[in-house]
């Protein structure tokens, strides 16, 4: 059966399934893509920072499928932040990935250091209201970073895209997100496969038939969050798109919502990363 899609305040809807290209090399990148589409998956997440904006684009024209039968995300990178940087950098963006509007630009990193993000973000509802990018957000900002955008743009942005993973679960973030009517996306999905050797993981996996992968994508879904799982490998590609049609119990979710690791954060602090 079909992925589920998650409604956006501004009333556009995101599969809650997508494929992310985070260090996938860029002469790897169209290929990756191109086996991700044709497994089925209709979301892709890239970002200036990964350099690959121009094979994802190369996948989409070589798809065959139409424009409005994906949704691309990218990121505005910390080095372009402020309101005319920020124009430029969409637009070198969109001539890498070839497309003449992008369903969802996010600003990738707050760096409260730089003190730029709130003007970035007025850049993202310029490109908005001119219709160059359907949907506007942000990525890595905190309850406080997300409080001054609102407060001082008048706009609550419509997705935060968080490390998010068993183990880091952002209990607190997405309580607030969801007050606020936030999408939560989730990176590291997969904790960027450290969670997969886990003995409860492993024991829900073996009771469902299925594999460790697919069962943390099985408890995003189910909890609500958008998630992005990245691989290289086709059959892990495919695996790791084969999430429906079976369900967790409530059990099973509490006990992965329970499970904790030595390291809960394996990315930067949003806080101080970028300064
Ligand atoms: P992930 O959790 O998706 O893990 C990917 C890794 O897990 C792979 O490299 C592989 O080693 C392993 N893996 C994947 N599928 C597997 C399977 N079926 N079986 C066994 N191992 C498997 O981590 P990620 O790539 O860091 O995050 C996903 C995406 O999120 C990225 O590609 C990128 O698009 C996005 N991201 C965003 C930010 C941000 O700051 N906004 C940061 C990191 C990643």
């Given amino acids: 059966s079909a992925i589920p ?23 790897e990148a169209q290929r990756v893509v191109e086996e991700a589409l044709t497994v089925g998956y209709r979301s892709i997440d890239t970002a200036t920072l990964y350099g690959n904006e121009d094979g994802v684009g190369r996948a989409l024209a070589n ?10 995300t990218t990121k505005l990178w910390n080095d372009d932040q402020g309101y005319d940087e920020t124009l430029r950098a969409f637009d070198a963006s969109m001539n890498r990935l070839g497309l003449d509007h992008l369903d969802l630009y996010l600003v990738h990193w707050p760096v409260p250091s730089l003190g730029r993000y709130v003007d970035s973000f007025r850049a ?27 407060a001082e743009t008048g706009e609550v942005p419509a997705l935060n895209q968080i490390e998010l993973h068993p183990g880091f679960t952002q209990t607190e973030l997405r309580a607030y997100h969801m007050g606020r009517g936030i ?16 003995p409860t993981i492993e024991a829900i996996a073996r009771t ?22 990245k691989s290289v490998t086709p059959s ?33 602090d949003p806080e101080t990363f970028g300064a």
């Fill in 5 to 27: 899609t998650i409604v956006l305040s501004d009333g556009r809807q995101i599969p809650q399934l997508g494929f992310g290209v985070y260090k996938v090399e860029p002469d």
């Fill in 63 to 72: 798809s065959g499928l139409r424009r409005n039968e994906v949704f691309v």
């Fill in 124 to 150: 993202l509802q310029k490109l908005r209201d001119d219709g160059r990018v359907k949907s506007i957000g942000v990525s890595n900002f905190t309850e406080e970073a997300i409080e001054r955008l609102i």
């Fill in 183 to 198: 999408a939560t996306e989730a990176w590291a999905p997969l904790g960027q496969g450290s969670v997969l050797g886990d």
């Fill in 208 to 229: 469902h038939g299925r594999t460790p992968a697919q069962i943390v994508l099985r408890w995003h879904l189910q909890i609500g969050t958008i998630a992005i799982p």
């Fill in 236 to 268: 892990r590609i495919a695996e790791n798109f084969e999430v429906m049609g079976f369900r967790l119990g409530p059990d099973e979710i509490d006990a992965i919502d329970g499970l904790r690791f030595d390291v809960g954060r394996l990315g930067p």
